[in-house]
């Protein structure tokens, strides 16, 4: 047969019904298997034919599919949805881009699929529907063969673009000749051919790269240091599990290839990096100071005595940092440093990191310089893991445990910057492995958070893998610190067996650190915010019991943060005897005036507990009447809901107004921590029979005029003013409340409601804010100039995207509290293609309150077009978006039916709020 030397085949992936009851699926899938496999050049996946695993099923497949070239899906309408198997695979496929090629057979007394319903959108895939299932067997083998000469046809006529066949070189690239980088180092020699011959060691760093193709070269052939260098690597990277007599051999083989006195000291210097790896930071110190002492008494090079000092350094703040309840800002081997007259360097390492940056940066400002039609063709990732593997090779070399720390550093900063290049989840992934790797909990979260689609790319299993590897971790603390971090960013991840036996070595943390006589000065936080992040799925009752003892343990320091997170918990689910000492707890707190704390916090927990009902509402009335008089008049505003209550805060928030409005009008500027106005819009909201019994529009009216009029008042408060009488005039219409609007409206001057201070520092309000959110409180009085409408959204650009917020936040609160029949079609026509445009917007916030405003035009304005809008942004990879998305639909439950595809998906999400919060809603009775 034809392609026998082809070692690397095109892989093609088969997605259609699997098990006993689609026998039929299963010959089709053996039969174009078949078909693909005699072209000789093509390796074929089916399910049938693989050999058991020690990996589930899902695991098995997902794996299978991200190693594919092409993915073939074969899918019928026999059942409203696909399979969980098949709506999985074309979730990862879609996720990852995978290039995916569709054939449907439909039943056309049956609705298409939803998968069939997102390829009919515009930029989606082709696809083809046959009229006989026994076309999937010729239509699919004649659609992949046809696809692949098709792209090589595409290459053939010059229609991709390879960027990197057109090298620069410059006068660096000559004086960074790889002659130089073996060149002597002040007294000291590299043994050259020894890097030189580092071939498997350069071949690992670059199979870090997916699309690298690897080299076959077997590991038998290569020599024992380069083994031992191997092995060290991926203990490094957390890929295998320590072993003594491979760092043992290291050691041996490290020491040999050197010669003279630095043989010593380098042997010393790699018992200190052994010693780490046994936990014993101490002895490790020790060994450091020997090899300092041997150094300077031999005058070996400065780089190198310096290099000692920096790893003691190190291990000195890591010990004192871990063992005490006090930073060291500076240890004794600091202050050696800072008295020295040189600059700390580090020849050649320092010379290959400045590559990698360089090169780095060239990559990004290529990527900057790409035009419209610029077609990549390979990357330069390889030659910047070249690099790294130079750098490790030597760090290893000279025993530099700082240096070959930074490894992992440079592994992120890499992936990282590649990921953000070229948006691949595969450097996402790998980027988030390393963060996690080197403690960098800001980009960790930053993953997370603002680039969630990493992780919704990935099997639960993967996601399990990043905290599996926490436990090849050597130092206790570290290896601590990082399973906390883990937990707390990726814990709604993980999967839900797997979460139990993780909570339970969690909660043993807590415990360690609540008992320890040695107080780990930063772990506190990282404990606090994992239990705070994952409050809606960690076991409540152990946490409260962990929380109680942190109080009565006199940590009196953490109570604001104990506070903050017990605000948060659904008291349903709490256990009386809890219960009972949290209401303890917070009658010790509020009688105890010489307490330090956070007493909006404590306000908002006494509320929270309160309307939990759960029979200590009589205790909690007491406690607030008796010992907390400047919080009781708010207490019974929330709690009793009584309307002389409600109405007496509306004159005080009207007081405030007048007050505010007379001290801005002298010029005196004032930042508050609350908003008059808002407060007054929610009273209503929660008792809008208010307006009906007490004659309030008219001072609301009032004293909203003298603000909107007042030149010389703040912005942010002038914006708050018009989105109450905003509220104010839908609230009067439903209502059947007489005020003339009209009238009022007519009584404003435009100039002066226009012209505001924008102090710039409490708030970000600027003129351009107040004028969009005057143009909609025109609209709503009926003003309608459609020109100073397009030349408003005119003005709205990515490039401010608090700007955008805002403007987004207006139309929304316009959509909601507009009577569809008063304003013409086309403002709505204009409104809804504005907002669209944000769909895809890099910031979350953004897309937040465009997923709010579809919403809000649902039910006011073609509500076709708008479940368009909220289908498409459904596919939104961020959990925030999913969340808020059924938060919207559960407010809408007359018409949750409607939005059942998007639920289908989210109960089979990475996300566990996601996915529970789904299928609740699938299995409420308006499914039934």
Known sequence: MAFKFLNDKIKVFISSKCGSYNEDYEIIRIGLKNL????????????????????????????????????????????????????????????????????????????????????????????????????????????????????????????????????????????????LFFNKINKVEINENMINDFTIISEYFKSKNTFHEKEEESIENISDIEKRFLYFIKLLLCEVDYDESSIDNLIKLVSKSHVNIIKSIVEKRWYSIKCCYNDDVDKAIEYLNKAYDEALNNKIDMWIINDILIDKRHLENYIH???????????????????????????????????????LLKVINENNMDGPYTVRFGIELNGILEELSKYYTLSVYYGSYIHINIVIKLLKDIFYNFYNIYKSSFFGFEALRYSILC??????????????????????????????????????YQRKRVKLNIFSCLGYYLEENYYIKVEEEIFTIFDEWLYSERTVNDLDNIIFEAIKNNISRININKTIVFLIRTIKNKKYVYLDKILEILKLINFNNVEEYNFKEIIDIISTIVKNKNMNVNYEYLKLLIIILRKSDLGYSETLDNLVENNFSDFNTVYKLNIFNR?????????????????????????????????????????????????????????????CRDCLMNERQVIHEKISTIHLLIYLMYISKNKNLHFDWKKYYNGLSEVKVQKGFCEGFFNKESELTLFANYIFYKIINLDINKNEIMNLLGYYNNDNVYENIKILEVINIFIQNSYIGNIPEDIYIILIQFVSRYINDNNYEVRSEVIDTFFAFFNKYNDELSLSFINQMGNDTDYRIKLIIISNIKRQEENAFQYRDILEKYKLDNHYIVRCRAKKLLECNIYN
């Open 321 to 359: 940092n871990n063992r005490s309840n006090v930073y060291l800002f500076e240890s004794e081997t600091q202050k050696i440093l800072n008295d020295k007259p040189d600059i700390l360097y580090y020849p050649v390492l320092d010379r290959i990191s400045k590559n990698i940056y360089n090169k």
């Open 643 to 703: 309307e002389e209550d409600s109405y007496n805060e509306i004159l005080k928030c009207i007081e405030e107004i007048k007050a505010r409005n007379l001290k801005q009008e002298s010029g005196i500027y004032v930042g508050y921590g609350y908003n008059p106005q808002d407060i007054i819009k929610n009273i209503i909201k929660d008792s809008d029979m208010l307006l009906c019994h007490y004659d309030l529009i008219n001072p609301i009216a009032t004293v």
């Open 439 to 476: 403690s960098d909990l800001k980009t960790v979260k930053d993953i997370c958070n603002r680039h969630s689609d990493i992780i919704s790319t990935c099997s639960l299993n993967k996601i399990n893998d990043l905290y599996s590897i926490s436990n090849r971790i050597s130092l206790t």
């Open 36 to 179: 693909l496999e005699e072209t000789g050049f093509i390796h074929t996946y089916v399910f049938e034919e693989t050999t058991p695993s020690s990996m589930n099923i899902q695991e098995e497949y997902l794996n299978r599919l991200e190693d594919s070239d092409i993915i073939l899906f074969l899918i019928d309408n026999e059942r409203y949805n696909c399979s969980d198997g098949v709506m999985r695979e074309w979730k990862h496929a879609t996720t990852l881009q995978k290039k995916s090629i569709y054939l449907f057979y439909n039943d056309n007394a049956k609705d298409i699929t939803n998968i069939q319903k997102e390829l009919q959108k515009p930029n989606s895939n082709k696809w083809m529907t046959i009229t006989n299932k026994k076309d999937f067997l010729e239509e699919g083998y004649k659609a992949i063969i046809e696809d692949i000469i098709r792209i090589y046809r595409e290459y053939c006529k010059n229609r991709m673009i390879d960027r990197n066949s057109h090298k620069e070189y410059n006068n660096d690239n000559i004086v960074e000749n790889n002659n």
